[in-house]
């Protein structure tokens, strides 16, 4: 009797032990810019940068935004929102957020602008020196998420980013898509791996961001 207790007890604390994971808070990296020595005499403006992620409640792709609804939702939550975990059977299970205060549409308009000048454009903060000669720039983050997709003996870890940039200026009007995705294994999957593939997928958007920003 008391051998079938303890199977009992082994059970009970394996099952408690699959239960999903907590969120995870992982602080994203921006990645290394160097700077021009010879700034052009063009200028910019970030007129917006809108978070236009779709989350859903149970998707059918791991790759789709969404959270966990047994813990704290709201728009703090999705905007600071980059991957979710997965089990074994594909289904959601812990989040993992950027820190407080920060948020996926700032860690985006800060690359944005790292890379405008990294090109030696001039940025322009105030909207009253908007001149004639100020180039106006919209975008818009269509996707920025990982996710997890469990092996038999491995785990591989996927992120992609995906926007658009659009850029007025008086003769014309340019749009700009940038879309990059990286994936790794991994024998094991921890906070760290999540970080090396979200900031790996991060500097490979850069540097085509940077290429496609010659205004």
Do not use: H
């Not at 090109?119 to 909207?127: L, M, Q």
């Not at 994936?183 to 760290?192: K, L, Y």
């Not at 593939?197 to 991060?202: H, R, T, W």
Request: proline share 4%; charged share 20%; aromatic share 4%.
């Amino acid at each position: 009797m008391t051998s079938n207790l303890s199977l009992l007890a082994i059970i009970i604390l394996l099952l408690s032990g699959c239960t999903a994971p907590a969120r995870s808070i992982i602080d994203i990296s921006l990645p290394y810019s160097t700077q021009p020595s010879n700034p052009n005499e063009k200028e910019v403006y970030i007129n917006s940068l809108v978070d236009d992620r779709s989350f859903e409640a149970q998707p059918t792709d791991l790759s789709t935004p969404s959270l966990n609804p047994n813990a704290e939702q709201g728009n703090n939550i999705n905007a600071r929102a980059i991957a979710r975990k997965s089990g074994s059977d594909g289904k959601g299970l812990g989040d993992i957020l950027l820190p407080e205060g920060k948020s996926v549409e700032l860690l985006v308009t800060n690359v944005l602008k790292q890379e405008l000048i990294a090109n030696g454009y001039k940025i322009i903060s105030d909207k009253e020196l908007i001149t004639d000669k100020t180039s106006i720039v919209d975008a818009k983050i269509d996707k920025f998420w990982a996710w997890m997709n469990q092996g038999l003996l491995a785990s591989s870890i996927t992120s992609q980013i995906s926007t658009n940039v659009v850029i007025k200026n008086s003769n014309n009007t340019e749009k700009r898509t940038t879309s990059v995705k990286q994936s790794d294994t991994f024998q094991s999957t921890s906070d760290n791996n999540w970080k090396e593939i979200i900031e790996k997928v991060l500097n490979v958007y850069a540097v085509k961001l940077s290429s496609q920003l010659k205004l």
